[in-house]
């Protein structure tokens, strides 16, 4: 069975620092995606980044990067010039193999101090 | 934008009670899914849908069931509230049958209390 391992329960960072959230995982399985997806306080959960197992390139989106390892199975996310809206829960998950749903780690909650 | 939608934002219950929590998308997504938040566990899968009238038992469907009978809509019942139930639930929907790496969206959550 696929897992998803998140070690930092709870990080914080001065604003417009750089931060790293680290997540590493489990499979079998040699095609997947990966996610990482925010909760911001009392607000929705919403889609930050995306990572195919099959691309080399990390995904990146404005300030927001990923450092994936395939081999060590590693999937962290940094985020560059931090800001106080990204003050948030942040879960690594895991979508593969024959499974139609994801698998979530139980989060890391981030945050950004002025 | 794509908006998923859930009936309450809070819902205090007693034991013994049957709650239904509804869940309604407008983009026509095929998948739906309701999962269970609770600190330090991250969310746990309670049941899936990949269509109308069909459901799949997610990690932890014990205590629950789901009801599918239009394509936007998807509902959670706890047929008898227990305590043991007191969370936030999560309604998520996604596109495309069961292709990989397809964004899932979050509606807001309904946190339950169960007195």
């Known amino acids: 069975a696929q897992t998803v391992t998140q070690s930092q329960p709870e990080m914080s960072v001065q604003e417009a620092e750089t931060v790293t959230l680290s997540c590493t995982y489990d499979t079998s399985e040699n095609n997947y995606y990966l996610f990482w997806y925010k909760q911001p306080p009392s607000r929705q959960m919403i889609l930050v980044i995306r990572q195919e197992a099959y691309k080399q390139q990390n995904a990146t989106e404005n300030r927001f990067s990923v450092n994936f390892q395939k081999a060590a199975k590693s999937f962290s996310l940094k985020i560059s010039d931090s800001q106080l809206g990204d003050t948030a829960m942040y879960f690594c998950a895991f979508h593969g193999g024959s499974q139609g749903n994801l698998i979530f780690g139980k989060g890391t909650k981030l945050s950004v101090k002025p | 934008d794509v908006k998923v939608t859930q009936s309450s934002r809070y819902l205090v219950k007693r034991t013994g009670e049957k709650v239904f929590l509804e869940c309604v998308q407008d983009?026509?997504?095929?998948?739906m899914f309701w999962y269970r938040q609770d600190p330090g566990l991250g969310l746990r899968l309670i049941y899936f849908?990949?269509?109308?009238?069909?459901?799949e038992k997610g990690d932890i469907p014990e205590g629950y069931s789901v009801s599918r009978e239009k394509k936007e809509r998807f509902s959670l019942i706890l047929e008898s509230a227990s305590t043991n139930q007191t969370s936030m639930y999560l309604c998520?929907?996604?596109?495309?049958?069961?292709?990989?790496?397809?964004?899932?969206?979050f509606g807001p959550g309904t946190r339950l209390t169960v007195l």
């Open positions: 983009m026509d997504h095929e998948n």
């Open positions: 998520a929907s996604s596109s495309s049958g069961r292709l990989m790496g397809n964004e899932q969206f």
């Open positions: 849908s990949y269509d109308v009238k069909m459901k």
